[in-house]
């Protein structure tokens, strides 16, 4: 029985062991680490969403994480005056609704007589006045104001309440902003910005990194060295030479030098180096062997690339689409220096701007016109996003 016992004990430690596999406390801290950047993330996202499509009257008194319980404000109202007094077996009254414009979808929850003490008793108790008599007012706001006497004046006092509302959510503020304020010419503007000027710099860097991946030529180490110098250029330092050289060129053509044209082509230099150094990162880290297949099947180099390393790219290609097309998406410098300050050629970013500056008590139109600019990279990302990390740590570490 000892034998049996002592046989048995390991084999349940064992299985016990299985059962329930150890964490080490580091896995829960970066578990802990990563859960707390993705809430990070997300609140202000989530945030903006909500404030998005709430009624402009409680978003401008509550904020965003109420949205989901009734909103309470104070106001005041006149009641009636005493032409308005009708008289029923022997008293005065004068009735009317507190709420007025405000009824829709709101009760009063208390109210009082002086500005000291809005509370003073709750929907449906009875007040005295100081003008004589008493009001009731009901939680509808409907009121009635009772004296012994007739009501002499010509202005009626004012009376204080709290009032609550439900929530309200409507998309009345993204058909404002886009029917008044050019969001949506904006938004097509930064559609024709931002997608020439990601396509073209893969396509170009695509064809530079297979040639500095596979193919030998004198000079290709030191071109490998410039791409890479050239990742560190500032944007702001070669910003206003290229602006410059661009401007002879275009005056030389007798072309428009505030045009689509300029911005693409300077999106596309100062996108080129990440992407060839990306891009041809990832192409040298692919096998061997199956160039050296295609070569003896007779392929030539245009074969091989086209047919065979571009589909094997795909995740660094779309890891590089990713990075450029949201800082070009988000970008305000290079479109104001290639298209001016025009109307009609201002992208999201430039008239999120304008916006912030005529309509920055607005702030349901301000919402409404973020979320719209960050509608399209999220999408974009969302659906490249599980490419992101392969085409990200192949273009880096080989």
Known sequence: MTSLASTDAPAATQAETRRWPRVSIGTIIANLALLFLVLLWTFPTA?????SVRDKDQLAVSGWWTALTPSVTQNAARLGRGDEQ???NGTFIIRGNILGELGS????????????????AEAGETLPMRAGGEVTVASDGSYEWRSATAFTHSAGPRIYFVAGSPPRFTLDNYATVLATSGIAQSFINSIAVAIPATVIPILVAAFAAYALAW????????MVAVVVGLLVVPLQMSLIPLLRMYNGIAGAFGQDSKGYLGVWLAHTAFGLPLAIYLLRNYMAGLPREIMESARIDGASHFQIFTGMILPLSFPALASFAIFQFLWIWNDLLVALVFLGAQDDKVVLTGRLVNLLGTQGDNWELLTAGAFISIVVPLIVFFSLQRYFVRGLLAGSVK
Request: proline fraction near 3%; avoid cysteine.
């Open 86 to 88: 009708v008289e029923e």
């Open 105 to 120: 979808g709101r009760t009063v929850e208390a109210f009082g007589t002086t500005n000291a003490d809005v509370a003073a």
């Open 47 to 51: 945030g903006l969403l909500i404030s």
């Open 215 to 222: 193919m030998n030529f004198p000079g290709r180490g030191l």
